[in-house]
Structures are given as C-alpha cells and as structure tokens.
C-alpha cells in the first residue's frame, strides 16, 4: 500500500475501518472533544490553569482539523479510481460538501482571530464544527428529503404561523397596551408575547391582564396547538413515503446480487423486495441458535457466515441463504449460524414469509425443495 | 400436582390464574403497595410511627421479593419440559430478563444498606421495583421494537436536536452574557435556558432580555416544535407499521387452529387473516344477544360457547363459528351466545365480510351454505 | 298524530326537525344557557340581582331537563313500533345512555340540595348538563372507539409514562432535597415538579437549581416530547383505520339502495364503495350550476333534485344520477341542479372516476351509454 | 398588446413574469413592507421624523392597493375570453375571493379613519393586508380542505376539548378558591388557569398550591396532552388523503398531454399516475449533468430542454423524454439536458421505474426501444 493509499485510509476512518467500531467514531470523539473544551471554557476564569488546557485541546483539535483537510486534498485521487487526473479528483473533494464542511472546520479559529476578538471569544467559532456530525448523520438526509416532498404545505403553514403571529400581536397590542406600556407598548413588543404563547412555551415573564387580553391568548394557545399538528401530520405523512421509497431502492441493489432471485422476472423482483429488510451483521454476530423457534431466513448478499451442524461446520458465501427450515416446518432452528466476516443480509421475516407463499407460490417452491435437500443431507450426516 | 408445581403457580400467578383477575395482578398490586410505602415514607418525618409502619411495609414486600426469587429458581424445572436438566433450566431463568429483574428487585435494599445511608435513603433503592411493571405490559415490547425499526431516523433527529441546542447555548451565550451574567455567563449556564426553551417547557426562571436574545428565542421555540413534529411523524410511521406485522402474526397463527380455514391455500388465508380480528373473551361474556342487529361473525379458536336457541342450548367448541347468518341476510341475531369457558375468538366485521364477498367468493359460499343449514335446522326445531 | 307523538317530536327535535337547523340545535342551546349562566353566578355577589337573576336561569334549566326526561319516559313506545309492550321501550329509554344521562341532568340540583352545601354551591353539580354535549357529538363515539382500537399500546405508554414520573420524581428529591427542602422535601412533592415538567408544562413555581437536578430535567423534558410523539403517533394509526371503516361501512349501505349498482357483484361493489363520499344536502342547495367546470357526478340515495336545462326542469329522484357528462366529455356543466327535497348522495370525484375507469370499464361504459343518450336528449330539445 | 392587456400584466404579475421570481413576489414584497412600516410605527414616538417616514410608507403601500383594485377592475375582461361582457368580468372579479379581498385591503385606512381614532391607531387596520399571503399561498388551500374533510372528528374533539375545561375550571374554583380567591375566585377566572394548563402553555402566574388542585393540575396537563395528540392524529390522516388526491389529479391531466401515454387505455394511465411526479423547472436549469449517476428519467409535458451530447446539441420539445438510459442500463448519464424555456416535467424516479417495470412490461419495451435507438445514434454520431 503507498503511504498516500495509508494516508487516505486514515483520514477516512469510517471506511477504512469496517469492523473496529471505535476507530469508526475516531472524528466524532475529537469533534466532541473540541466542542466540549471550547464550552467548559467559556465557564473557566480567563487565565486560570484550567482556561489554559482547555484552549490547548480547542486549538489541537483545530490543528488536527486543518492537517486533515490538508491530507485530504493530497490523497484524494485514491478515492476516485476512474477520474483521469489527481488534479480533477482533489478539486471534486474541494467542492463536495464534505470538502466545504472541512474548509470550514479549518477555516473556524483563524476567522475568529481575524475579528479582533479576545481569544476565549474567537474560541466560539468553533461552534461550526458541529456541522460535523450532521454532516455523518444518514438519517439527517432522510430529513432533507422529508422536508423537500412536503415543501408546498410547509410553506403553507409557516405562512399561516407568520399571519396568525402578527395579528396576535397587533390585538394584543391594543388590548394590553394601556394596561402593560413596558411589555405590550408596540407591536414589536407584544411579538415577544405572541411567539412565547403561540409556541406554548408560556414563560410567564409577560402575561396578559385585561379580559379580551385573556381571552385572545386562549385562542393563540389552542391555535398553536392546531398549527403544531398540522405540522407534525404534513411531516409523518412525507415520512413515511420516503421511508418506504429508501427501502425498496436500497434492497433492489441488494437483491439484484443474490443469484438465488436473478431467475425471477421484474415483477417478482417488486413484489419480493417490498418484504426484504437489509441488515448489516459486523464478524462475530451469533445470527441464530439451534434449538431456538426461527422467526426469519437470511440470504446473503456479501460477506460470509458459518453453519454449525451436529457433525461439522459449513461456510456459507454470498448469495446462499439459510434459516428457511425453521419457517417451512415450524422446527427449532438445527444449527448455530454465526457471522464469520462482515455482512450484509437480506432477511425474510416469517410473516412476510406467508404472504410470499400466498403471492408466489412458485418462489416458495425453490426454497422448499432446497430446505428439503438440507434436511436430508442432515439426517444423512446425522445416519453416518 | 407436586409441591414444586404448586409453587411454580403461585409464583407465576398470570400464567396460572386463567379467569381469575385478582389474583393475576397480585404481582402488580404487592409491587404497588411496596412502592407507594416507599413514597409516603419520605413525606413522614423519622422515627414516628407513620415511618415505622411505612418501613415496615417496604421492608414486608422486600422479603416477599426474595421469597419469590429463590423460589422461582427452585421451581424454574417445570416451565420447561424439554430441558434436560433442572440446573439447565434454572439457569435460563437466571439469565432471562424476568431473572434479571427478579435479582435487582431482590437486591435493592442490601445495595441501599450497603452504602452506608440512612435507612430511609436506603429505601429509596426500591424505586428498582417499578421496573417490574414494564416488564410485564405487552404494549411496551411494541414500543421498543417501533423504536428499534425507526432507529436510524431518530438517531438523526437527536443528532440534530443536539446539534441546535448548542448552537442556540452559543448564540444566547453571545446575546446575553453581559445583560444577565448569572444566567448566561458561560455556556454550560446557558444550556440550561436553551433545554427549557427547545422544550417548549418555558420555566420562565430564565428569559432573555436583549433583542437578539428573543429572536434568537423565537427560532429555537419554532425549532423545537418542528423537530418534536419529525419526532411524532416518525414514531407514527414506524408504529402502524409494527401493529399491521404483529396483527398479521398472532392471527396467522390462530387461524391455523380453525379446521374451516385449514382447507384453504396459502394466498386465500394471507387474505383472510388480514380481515380477522383477535378477541380474548373471558367466561360470561355475552357475545350477541338474540335480537339485537349484528355487525361480526365469530370463529371459536380454543375455549366454548354456548348459544341459547329458542328450544334449546348448543354448545360450540374449537373450530366453530357463530354469527354468520346476521351478516348474510341481515336479520336480527337469532339466539345469544355466552362464553362458557375462556376463549380465543376470531371476529369478522361485516365491513370486511363484504370486502372478503367481493375477494373470495367461494368461501363466502361455504359460510352461506353453512348459515342456510342452520337456518332450515333452526326452523325445524320450531317446527318440532 | 297522537299528543305522545307530538310530544315525542318535540323531546326529540334532532329527529323531528329535518331541515330546520335552528329548532335542531335547541337542546344545546338550552344547556349552553344553563351552564354559562351557572358560570356567571360565580362570579356575581351573593345575594345581588345578578345572582337572582342567574340562580333563575339555572332553576329554570333544570326544571325544562326533569321535563323532558318525564316526557321522554312517557313517550318512548313511539320510538320503537316493533317492541310489544310500552313499559318494555320506556325501561329500553331508562337504561339506555340517553336516558342515563337525562336522569343525571334532572338529578344534578337535588344532589346539590342534598349536599346542605349553599344553593350557589349545590348549583355546582349542574357541571353534569355538559355530558350532554358528549352524548351528541358524533365524533367523539368515533374518538372512542379509537382509544379502544388502541388500547394494548396506550395502556403501554401510560405505564411507561407513570414509571418515568415516579423514578424523576425520586432521581429530584435527591438531587434538590437539601437546595429546595420546601419543593422538593419528599417525593409526593417533588411528583408535582415531575408532571410539570414531563408535560412540558413548565409552570416555572418550582425550579431545580442544582447540577444535577438541571440535567436530569433536560431529560424529564425529551422523555416529555417522546412519550408524546408516541401518544400522537399511536392514536394517528388507529385512527386512519376506524375512519375508513366507518366510511366504508356507511357507504356499503347506501349503494345497496341504488338500483344502478345492484347488478353488480359483491366485488365491484367493494371497489366502488371505496371511491364514493357521501354528502348530506338540505333543500335548496345547488349542487352545480350551468357554465362551471365540473369535477365529480352524483347519484341521489334519497330525496329530490332538479335539473334545470335550458327548456324544461326535470326531477330526479332516488337511484338517478347526475353531473357524468362533465366528467366523461370535460364540458362545462350543461345543467344547474338544485335540491328540492333534503337528499343524500353519493358523490364520485373526478380523481376516482378515473380509477374506476381503469378497474371497471364496464361500469364506466354504462354510465357513457346513458351520457350520451342524455346529450342526445338535450340536443334534440334545444333543436325542437 | 392594448394598455388593457399591459395593466392586466402589470396587475397580475405571476401570471405574466413567467421565470422573473423578483417580479412575481413583488405584491407580496410590496405588502410586507407596507405591514413592516406599521408595526414599526407603533414603537416610534409620535410625531417623530421615523413616525413620518413609517406612516408615509403605509399610506403609500394604501395607496398602491386602492390603485391595483381600480386596475384590477378595469382590465378583468382581459382573463375571460369566452365571457361575453366586459360588465360580467368586471362582476365576476369584484364577487371572487381575490377581489373581496383586493376590496378590504383598499378600505383598510379609511375603515380606520371612519372610527375617528388617531391616525396611528386608525393604521392598524392595515393588519387586514395579510390576507394577501393567505390568498396567495397555495399549501394553505390545502390545509382548508383537510379540515374541512376531517370536520366531523375535529368537531368531537373542539367539544370534548370544550368539556374538559369546563370540568377543569369548576373543580378547579371549588379547591383553590379559598386558597386564592384572587386567581380562583369564580369559574370564569378559573377558566384562565384551565386554558393555560390544558394547553400545556403553563405561564405560571396561576398555580395551583392545594393538594386536590395539583391533582387535577397533573389530570388537565395530561388530558392536554391526549387531546393534541388526537387533533395531531387526525389532520395527519386527513392530510394524506388530500396530497394523494391532489397528486393524482394533477398528474392525469399532465399526462394527458404527453403524447407517448396517449395510446394506453385509463388502466394502465391510471397506474403511472401514481408513480410520476410533477417539477416545474425553470430555464437554466441543469436537469442532468453528464457522466452521473442517474435516479430518474423525464417526460416533458411544456417547456424545452436542451440536451448537450458528445458532438452536436438536441432540443427536446413537449412531449418528449429523457434520462432513461441511465435506469435502462444503468450507465452513467451520456449527456447534460439543460432547460431552455420554462418548463414542467413529469419525473420517474428509479423506484418506480423499476415498479412499474414489473406491473406493465409492455410500456417499458417500448422505453427501451427508444433507449436502444437512440444508444446506437450516440455511437453511429461518435463513430462519424
């Protein structure tokens, strides 16, 4: 391996590292390092010993930061085998998000030092660091796509909370005004007023005295209460759809590598993928054990697992498939089946199992004649 | 019956008390009794006699959890028939989460002695117990297993919950640290407002007084319902989700028991067992009374019924069905039906009756060839 | 009609008075009276005019409420013309909730009296005429048969809910015992600090001041949103189900009264039921009017319209349809029609009548049979 | 164009700024600055040179509507071709929505001037503008019809909501009035503390101190919490129902238009339906880029597109496809498709293709025709 392939496996530690789960996290925990010294500081006595260290951690996290960008940039043509040139490979990185995110992680203490400030507050730009960790959450982008298929009725809402506000506050204004100058005075003013009770956060710093006061933030409580389900309702509904659309993409991939279904005509494919969960096994996973009641079957997709019979072991490689046995004749599982490499599986639940026997029953064929083939050759190894 | 047997019952009251409510909740009512005594015990002052009795209580129902520990090992060998040795057997019981919670319930006190506090703290150790009460509602292994399957999506909603509430500790840091210094002077200090607001709880303890502080305030109350909405919207997806599957496998599974179903392929029960619902009835209960209109048809799964005709009473065992002739001429009910014994129904609404009419014709002519023969027997025997 | 029925008429005037929306609404116009005005007592001074005045209104309402259930008694056999005998539809009336709830309401004040509380005070009871309103909200019969759809997972929640409370409550009084003897001095106090706060409610009386105690209310308030989300989540599903049923089931009833759908077989029926709406239209509604752009057809359950072409009106009465050429040819409509008797139809939706298209063609070619020949109709009128 | 049609232009400036984004928000900018000018103008001090400029600037924006409403009138015969007056236009407008409220946003000022109030005050009116957002935002006329369709279960739960404050604040005033007969001394003052509990608002500046009123406080804060989870449940069943439908009508009449879908019968268009997705792109838009990865292809159904291939550029008309190769073959995209006039497109996603792949074999062949063809143009056109 060329130290510029080492270099590249180190600064991407997530794939590198498939199986060692701590050094997977290794940028979390630095991030969170950072973010951590940089908060406790700000409660440290400028110049004590504690205020010392913690800007020390704060600035070798960033120190950190800036060399990986930096190593980023150079060992970047290591991930795009078919890019022709290093050049156009370094500047994909440089424009991809990661490649902003990293530039702005770098970029965070150098532009609190350029504002003049003192350094304890130039050290608050590194709050920016945890775009971090959005950055490495999936499921924030799952969020995005939620958020972007219900844009039209989220604008709706968000148009109907800006009315509802500004004519809360408008008439609170005019009944309270008299009553309250200092926080009912004008309409900025009552603003404060009307997001507090719209949102039903209620501090009860400001609250209305005056009847019409009271009966108007009756109708701002119950109103933010509706606008709050209109909200929660838009956003389960496009949910839900994008759940359903990232499932059935995901595991088409998959099944399209399983040999075991390549026979089978587009039609069947849907109709099977609809039912499959992926599932990622790390080396080690005990995924069954004999004698205990089946619940699923497993095809494998990449990876590779071992079958512990009575007499002996079996390695089970992509695209086998195991654990129907116990679905077609209601036995205990007859094997041990642990994880021996890292895996994706595709897994059968059993009532997905029925309705695939109501909907195809010539799939369910092949795997019976299959599981009746183990069985013998078991009882065959058992007779031996 | 052995006295291991005996004890087995008695210390597994669910299990064997079929019919007998009292007696199937007295583990939830002694863990109830220990656990309000625990509380009341803080509100009385030491040493008097309200304290003592309180003690006394705690201390009683303690005992009883480490008699129905040691005996639940002991009597462990009879939950399980298959296992080959009794060590075996007690072992699992060890092991399971019931055992583990058994032990820390058990331990709860010594663990309170062993810290040296005073009795009364001890005690408060006994809080343990109230886990008891989950491990024993049904309703929350479904929770856990929503939770599990929309775990990805909340990882990233906490992800981002997180993600704000430091931005917003930051920026309200920077905002109000010289208005309120006691409240926001650094930022762990301001976390707290930031916690209370991005709740929407509002204690109102703490507010901010600048205007940047409450548009800053403004948008994390806004943020906080929106990410509550992506909360809710996801629990709900992943929820009905769960209760189709589980629906689907309990009724799968007591539909097999019905002889009248057993005839069909797999496809018509798939079908099928998507419509039927499942119904606990317990010994008494009046399932239709003659007359009355009915909306369902009922399949006796295991226990009996009897129904109360004009000239005579028939009793209806496992397998049998009842109710059908309301939906198919829609006469009123033309005898009531009691359960005689604790019974697992299958009920079909007659909204799903028609919808299964219009699906699988050939079964509705079962049934209906079914409903004339009691029909002509029914006038016959007023014949008679 | 007999004086039982007249009076039956007016005891009942939802039933009786089809079309006369004021008379209809007067049993809780009479019971909104009553309960402002006991409202308003409370206010009033003892004694003064207002409260003699007040005090009136409430006897009054009273006296109307023991009125009516004695009329109501009384008048029950006109309610059920197959019961055999008076006295078994007037005790049917008795122990119905209906009557349950009437024989409250005549009871609330004489409890009150009972009480020897002061007549302000025993006029308190009559916080029972709200039931009234329950009784007659269609929807809440709906919401609760949601709740008992739901119930296995709420009771889980509930569980849940109560086990976090009691463990806050603990975890809080010994965190801040010593901080807040007087909020937090036992743990029935600090119960009151923990559903303040899981609720997100956030009164803000009662404040944790330590450490400690600030990060285990952070948690107390996601652990809020959470078991909220949950709650929303879970009555969300249940209550798409019940909806569709009840929809599904209302409709069934109602194209089983149109001749036109009666030919069809029991699956075509299940496929139109569930694209029809049903709308209740009262007399002198106009369903559609000549020139506009149409976008669904109608078929009239019961009652009358009228279209008004351009050379004649034609009445259509149960079992015709209406409004299919605007959905088939996409013309404006060719037609005004107006109610003329209080009508139920089913409704078709332009987005459903193009599902239908693609499932039933044969339906859809009957409808266009009987289109075509209409537009022929009108044409040749228009040419005579 | 005649100074009608160029008025109704300038009126109505998002139907006739096609692609200029500035132009087309310029009524709502213009009504946001005339409602930032008045709410500014309630914090400046009377008289001041800022009150001049503020009031300056709403009576301008005044001005501006009193001017657009005129306008408006004289040049609606400009929007309706087919009407046959001039005078039935100019009726038809000032009767629809838009001109009802075109007509209070002009009657605004002088409505406040009319009371005789100060001329800030009189300003106020003005609040009436924000209607204009509402009016123009079309999420929202969604969210009015799923209230609308879910009105019945919204009407149970507004009752019950009803009910449980009255309950809330009798109990309420009967356990806290001695207490603090300031906050509870009659039922309508103990309606504020009931309506701010229920709403889980919680100001604080009413709290319950009495045993029995803490209960009830923890009872009315949980029922807020069930309550909202209910309305919650229900707009998000009601919604989904709605986007379906509205998706499913826009849809068809899009695909309508596409030539290539005209040939299927309603069945098979019945089922595209339900997998395109409508985008409107406007022009500079880069639709695909080469030598992605492709998710979808596109239909165009108005507009223009331009695709870049290796030698020669190809415009792409209504009617159109593209994108497909990439779902095809699963080769990276083989040329960037830039939108040249505004457009709108129909977009098949990749997991839809692949679901419609398997429903309707025969509409895929004929993609893949089309992919084959115009593969063996791109090599035939390198080759050249």
Not at 171 to 179: G, V
Not at 182 to 191: D, N, T, V, W
Not at 271 to 296: E, F, N, P, Y
Request: net charge positive.
């Amino acid at each position: 391996m060329s130290s510029r392939a080492a270099i590249y496996r180190l600064t991407h530690p997530r794939r590198a590292a498939r199986g060692s789960p701590l050094l997977a996290i290794l940028p979390e925990l630095i991030c969170t390092a950072g973010l951590l010294a940089m908060i406790a500081d700000t409660a440290a006595s400028a110049g004590s010993r504690a205020d010392l260290f913690l800007s020390g951690i704060v600035t070798t996290v960033w120190g950190l930061f800036v060399a990986v960008y930096v190593l980023r940039i150079w060992s970047a043509p290591e991930a795009a085998a078919r890019h022709a040139s290093a050049a156009g490979a370094r500047l994909g990185y440089l424009l991809s998000t990661r490649g902003w995110i990293d530039l702005m992680a770098a970029l965070a203490l150098p532009a609190g030092w350029l504002t003049g400030l003192p350094h304890r507050d130039a050290q608050l730009f590194a709050i920016v660091w945890a775009l971090k960790y959005i950055r490495q959450s999936s499921g924030l982008t799952v969020l995005l796509r939620v958020i972007r298929r219900a844009a039209p009725a989220l604008v709706g809402i968000v148009t109907l909370f800006l009315v509802v506000l500004l004519i809360a506050a408008t008439l609170s204004y005019l009944f309270e005004r008299e009553a309250q100058p200092e926080a009912f005075g004008s309409i900025p003013r009552a603003l404060w007023w009307a997001i507090v009770t719209l949102s039903t956060t209620g501090y009860g710093d400001v609250v209305p005295t005056t009847i019409w006061g009271r009966v108007l933030a009756a109708w701002v409580m119950v109103g933010g209460i509706v606008i709050f389900a209109l909200w929660a309702g838009i956003i389960a509904t496009a949910f839900a759809e994008e759940l359903q659309r990232r499932h059935f993409l995901r595991t088409w991939d998959l099944v399209a590598e399983v040999p075991f279904f390549q026979t089978l005509g587009a039609a069947a494919i849907a109709d099977i993928v609809r039912l499959l969960h992926v599932r990622d096994a790390s080396a080690g996973t005990v995924v069954m054990r004999k004698g205990q009641a089946g619940d699923s079957m497993y095809f494998i997709v990449s990876g590779e697992a071992t079958a512990m019979l009575a007499s002996k072991s079996v390695k089970l490689g992509p695209g086998e498939h195991f654990g129907e046995m116990a679905l077609l004749f209601g036995t205990p599982r007859s094997a041990t089946v642990v994880i021996t490499e890292p895996s994706v599986l595709l897994v059968l639940d059993v009532a997905d199992f029925r309705i695939l026997a109501g909907r195809r029953p010539e799939l369910i064929n092949v795997i019976e004649a299959e599981g009746r083939r183990r069985r013998e050759e078991n009882a065959a190894v058992r007779g031996a």
